[in-house]
C-alpha cells in the first residue's frame, strides 16, 4: 500500500465546507466574485446533480456540500441566517469588495479602516454565506486596538 500524508499536499488543519443549494451555481459565483478556481466536482447517485465540489480561493481549498434533507444538510437561507464568516485576505479590499458586489454579492458594510489595523468590508453571497474582505494595513500594538475599539463603540 502506497505511503498516503494523512494531510494533503495544498491543504490545512482547517477547511471550509460550506452547504449550498446548488454546486454548479454557487461556484460559478464564487469564481467572478473571488477569482475562485474549480478543482472538483462530484455529481450525485442520479449522476445529473453534484453533491460534493472543491474549489481554490487564493492558496485556500473549499468544499462544497450541496443541500440534503436526509442528511439535515442546509445552507444559510434554508436555516434563515447563518453564524458563520468566512474571512479572505486580499491584496485591494476595494476592488475585491467591488468586484463580488458586481459579481451579485449582497454588500453588508463598506469598506473601512479597522482599529485592529485592517481595511475590512463585508458581503453576502447569493446562498447567504457571509465574507468578510480585508487588507492588512497596519499593525497597531494591544493597546492603540483598545484604543481604537473605544472609540469605534461610544
Known sequence: MPNVK???????????????????????????????????????????????GEMKIGNSHVMLAAENPQWKSAGPLTLGGTPVTLNLYVTECDKSFKRAVDAGAKPEM?????????????VSDPDGHKWSIATHTSDPTPAQMAEGMKAMCS
Open 6 to 52: 494523512p494531510i494533503p499536499d495544498g491543504y490545512y488543519t482547517v477547511t471550509p465546507h460550506i452547504v449550498v443549494k446548488d454546486i454548479r451555481r454557487a461556484v460559478d459565483f464564487y469564481k467572478k466574485a473571488f477569482g475562485a478556481e474549480e478543482r472538483f466536482m462530484m455529481p450525485g447517485p442520479d449522476g445529473k446533480s453534484l453533491m460534493h
Open 110 to 122: 463598506p469598506p473601512t479602516d479597522m482599529f485592529w489595523g485592517d481595511r475590512f468590508a463585508m
